[in-house]
C-alpha cells in the first residue's frame, strides 16, 4: 500500500516539472509572438493610413476636376439664351445649363441660379419670359417640371434665408396671347417673369431694412454651429479617449493650416476690394445706350467686361450644399451658384471611391463640415488581428481636408478592424502550430513519463510477487523434504507428502518458464517451431497436463470438441500451446475459487470462415467491462478486492497473447453469466 502513494507523488512531481518547464518555454514565446504581431499591427495601421491618404487624394482630385469644370463656365451661362460664336453675329442659342433635366458634371446637382445685385433670383431653366416657352420648344408637361424645379430651387434658397421674400405681390402674369418683348441684346434682363408663382418676384421687391440683397452670401462662409444642432460633432466621434490627443493635435495643425490660408486670402481679398473700387468709379462714367434686336434692324451684341471670383461651398441649414461664386459685372455684383443634393454629392465621389478602396476593409469614414458631421460610412467586415478589437478600435487613422472650395470639409477615417494582411496570418498560423506542437509534446513527455513510472511500479510488484510465489513453495518443499528425511512422516503420509513436493516443484517449473518466456520476450528472442497436431492429440495433451492440477484444486474439467475437427490439423508449437493452456487454467482455478460452480469448460468447435476456434470458460465473477481490454498488458491486475486476495506476478496473460501472436493465432475474452470466457482462433491446415 506504500508503494501507490509514492507512485502518485512521483506523478505529481513529473506533472509540475512538466508544467514549470512549458511555462518557461510558452511563456518567452508568447511574448516575442505577441511582440511581432504587435509590430506587424502597427506596421499594417500604417499602410492602412496611406491607403487613406491616397484616397483623400483621389477625392480631392476628382471634386477639383469636377468645380474646374463650373468654374470655367461663362458668365452668361446662367442665362436662358447666351451668345454663341462672333458676337457681330448676333447668334443666340440656349445655355448649356438651361437643359432638363438638369445636366451637371457635379453629382446630385438640383439646378443652377442667379441672384442679381438687387436680390432678383433668375434661373437657366426658364426664358426671362416665360410665354415665349413654344417658341424654344418647350411643351405645356416639360414647362410645368421645369417651374417645379424652379419654385424648389427658389423654396430652399428662401428657407435658408439666400434670397429674400417679397411682401406684397407682384403684377400678375400676362396672358400667353400677350407679345413678347423685345430682348435686349447687350445686357439680357436677367430675372423671373410675370409668370412666377406670388411668392417669387419678377422685378425688386421692398426688401427688410436689416437686410441687404446678397447679404445673406457674404454670411455663409463664417461659422455657425447653431447650424449644425441637429448633427453630432466631430468631438462626439465615438474615438478612443486615449486617442483624443491625437484628434486634437491633429485639429491644431488644420487650425493653422486654415490662418495661413486666410491671411492669404485676406491679402487677395484686399486687391480685390481695390479692383471693385476702381470698377465703381469707371461705372460713373456714362455709357453708349445698347442697341436692340430688331426684325428690320441688325442684331448688335455689346460685350461688357466682367470679373468672376473663384467658386466657393457651403453648407446650408437644412443639409444642402450650395456652390457659388461671386461677378462683377458693370460695377454691380451677381451671385452665380448651383443647388446641390448633399447625399447624392458624397455618394457619387467620396461613398463611391471609398467603398471601392482597400482602406474601407478597416476604417470607418466621417465626413464633417465646420466641426458638425454631416456623413457617416462604415466598414466592410474583413478578417482583422485577435486584439485589434480592444487596442485600436476607434483610433483615429487620418484627418484630412479637401482643397478648395471644399477646404473646410474634413474626411476623418478612425480604425473599426485593422485587416491581418498576410505576414499577421502566417504569424497566427505559426503561433497556432507552435502551441499545438508545445501542448502536444508535453502531453506526450507526460504520458510517456507516467507509463515509465507506473511499468517501473509494476516491475517492482512482479519482483515481489515472484520472490513471493518462488518462497512459498521452496518453503513448502523444504519443510516436506526434512519431514520425510527425518522419518517424521507415517508411511499413510508419505506418499501425499511426495504429491505435495512434486505439485509445488510443478508450479515452481511453470513459474520459471513464464520469466525465462518473458525474459526472451522481452529481448524478441522467442523461438516457434510450428508442426501440424491433430486436434485430438493436442486435446489429449491437454487432458494429461491439467487434468491432476484441476482436480487437486477441487474443480472439475470438461473437455468436449465436435467429433468432426477431431482429425482436423492446426500448425502450432505443442510446448507452448501447452504454456498457453496451462497459464489460462492456472489463472481461471485463482479468480475463481470461491464460485459456487467449480468447473472448468474446454470446447472446440470450427467456425464459418474456416478457422479453429478453443474456447476456456470458468464460472468466477468475471472481469469489469472496462478492464477487458486491459487484463493481456504486461504486469497488469485488476484493481478490485478479488485480486488483492489472490497472488499472481502480473505477466501470465501478457505471456498468453505474446506466445499466441507467435503462433499466428489469436485471443479475446468476454464476460459470460457467470464467469469469463478466454477464446483462441487458429487457423486449420
Same mark, same amino acid.
Given at each position: ?50 491607403? %487613406? ?49 438638369? =445636366? ?22 426658364? &426664358?426671362?419670359?416665360? %410665354? ?8 405645356? %408637361? ?33 396672358? #400667353?396671347?400677350?407679345?413678347? #418683348? ?14 412666377? &408663382? ?22 455663409? $462662409? ?93 453648407? @446650408? ?38 467603398? $471601392? =478602396? ?16 454631416? =456623413?457617416?460610412? %462604415? ?16 483610433? @483615429? ?7 478648395? &472650395? ?52 509494476? $516491475? ?106 477431431? $482429425? ?52 468466477? #465473477? ?51 453469466? &457467470? ?11
Amino acid at each position: 500500500m506504500a508503494r501507490r502513494p509514492l507512485a502518485d507523488k512521483t506523478l505529481r512531481r513529473l506533472r509540475l516539472i512538466l508544467v514549470l518547464f512549458f511555462l518557461a518555454l510558452a511563456i518567452p514565446t508568447g511574448l516575442l509572438l505577441k511582440q511581432s504581431y504587435s509590430q506587424l499591427k502597427w506596421e499594417a495601421f500604417h499602410q492602412h493610413r496611406v491607403l %487613406a491618404e491616397e484616397l483623400v487624394a483621389r477625392i480631392d482630385q476628382r471634386y477639383s476636376e469636377l468645380i474646374a469644370r463650373e468654374d470655367a463656365r461663362a458668365f452668361t451661362d446662367y442665362a436662358f439664351l447666351n451668345v454663341t460664336g462672333d458676337a457681330r453675329a448676333n447668334l443666340l442659342q440656349r445655355s448649356p445649363l438651361a437643359a432638363f433635366p438638369v =445636366a451637371s458634371n457635379i453629382p446630385g446637382a438640383l439646378g443652377y441660379f442667379q441672384i442679381d445685385h438687387s436680390g432678383r433670383f433668375t434661373t437657366p431653366l426658364l &426664358p426671362e419670359y416665360e %410665354a415665349s416657352t413654344a417658341r424654344y420648344g418647350i411643351g405645356t %408637361a416639360e414647362l410645368s417640371q421645369r417651374r417645379d424645379l424652379r419654385d424648389h430651387i427658389y423654396k430652399v434658397l428662401s428657407d435658408n434665408r439666400l434670397v429674400q421674400k417679397p411682401v406684397r405681390r407682384q403684377l400678375a402674369r400676362p396672358a #400667353p396671347s400677350a407679345p413678347a #418683348p423685345e430682348v435686349d441684346a447687350a445686357r439680357p434682363r436677367l430675372g423671373l417673369s410675370s409668370s412666377a &408663382p406670388s411668392s417669387i418676384a419678377s422685378a425688386p421687391a421692398p426688401m427688410e431694412e436689416a437686410v441687404t440683397p446678397q447679404s445673406a452670401f457674404d454670411q455663409l $462662409q463664417e461659422s455657425k454651429p447653431e447650424a449644425y444642432s441637429k448633427t453630432p460633432r466631430v468631438a462626439d466621434l465615438k474615438l478612443e479617449k486615449k486617442y483624443e490627443d491625437r484628434l486634437a493635435q491633429a485639429l491644431v495643425q488644420t487650425q493653422r493650416k486654415d490662418a495661413t490660408r486666410e491671411r492669404e486670402v485676406g491679402r487677395s481679398e484686399e486687391t480685390q476690394k481695390l479692383k471693385r473700387s476702381l470698377r465703381k468709379e469707371q461705372s460713373l462714367l456714362p455709357e453708349k445706350p445698347a442697341g436692340r434686336i430688331t426684325a428690320s434692324q441688325p442684331a448688335r451684341i455689346s460685350t461688357f467686361e466682367s470679373e468672376v471670383d473663384a467658386l466657393e461651398f457651403s453648407v @446650408l441649414d437644412d443639409g444642402h450644399f450650395v456652390l457659388y461664386r461671386k461677378v462683377w459685372r458693370n460695377g454691380q455684383r451677381y451671385i452665380q451658384g448651383l443647388l446641390i443634393d448633399s447625399q447624392q454629392f458624397i455618394n457619387g465621389v467620396i461613398q463611391a471611391d471609398f467603398y $471601392q =478602396a482597400a482602406v474601407s476593409q478597416g476604417s470607418s469614414l466621417a465626413i464633417a463640415y465646420q466641426g458638425g458631421v454631416i =456623413a457617416t460610412l %462604415a466598414s466592410h467586415n474583413s478578417p482583422r488581428y485577435l486584439n485589434s478589437s480592444d487596442d485600436l478600435q476607434g483610433t @483615429l487613422l487620418l484627418l484630412s481636408r479637401l482643397a478648395e &472650395p471644399l477646404s473646410r470639409m474634413e474626411l476623418i477615417f478612425s480604425v473599426s478592424s485593422l485587416p491581418a494582411g498576410p505576414g499577421g496570418s502566417v504569424l497566427m498560423w505559426t503561433a497556432l502550430v507552435l502551441l499545438m506542437v508545445l501542448t502536444g509534446g508535453f502531453y506526450l513527455l507526460y504520458r510517456l513519463g507516467a507509463k515509465q513510472i507506473t511499468l517501473a511500479r509494476q $516491475q517492482q510488484d512482479f519482483v515481489s510477487a515472484v520472490s513471493h510465489e518462488l518462497k512459498t513453495p521452496l518453503t513448502s518443499i523444504r519443510m516436506y523434504g526434512e519431514m520425510l528425511r527425518e522419518g517424521w512422516a507415517s508411511e499413510d503420509k508419505r506418499l501425499s507428502y511426495y504429491d505435495y513436493i512434486y505439485e509445488e516443484s510443478e508450479r515452481l517449473t511453470r513459474l520459471i518458464n513464464n520469466v525465462l518466456q518473458l525474459a526472451r520476450m522481452s529481448r524478441h528472442d522467442l523461438h516457434v517451431e510450428l508442426k501440424p497436431y491433430s486436434v485430438a492429440q493436442l486435446l489429449d495433451t491437454l487432458r494429461s497436463k491439467v487434468s491432476s492440477q484441476v482436480e487437486r484444486a477441487g474443480f472439475t474439467l470438461n473437455i468436449n470438441c465436435d467429433e468432426a475437427i477431431k $482429425q482436423k490439423q492446426i500448425e502450432v508449437d505443442a510446448d507452448y500451446f501447452t504454456q498457453v493452456i496451462i497459464n489460462l487454467v492456472d489463472n481461471a482455478l485463482k479468480f475463481s475459487a470461491k464460485a459456487e460452480r467449480r468447473q472448468i469448460d474446454i470446447h472446440c468447435q470450427a467456425l464459418r470462415d474456416g478457422s479453429l476456434q478453443i474456447s476456456l470458460r470458468d464460472y468466477g #465473477p468475471g472481469i469489469p467491462k472496462e478492464q477487458l481490454r486491459k487484463v493481456f498488458r504486461l504486469f497488469y491486475r485488476l484493481e478490485n478486492e478479488l485480486t488483492r486476495e489472490t497472488v499472481g506476478t502480473g505477466i501470465g496473460l501478457a505471456l498468453v497473447r505474446e506466445l499466441l501472436t507467435a503462433m499466428h493465432g489469436s485471443i479475446d475474452v468476454v464476460n459470460q453469466t &457467470p464467469g469469463v470466457e478466454f477464446r483462441l482462433g487458429f487457423s486449420l491446415v
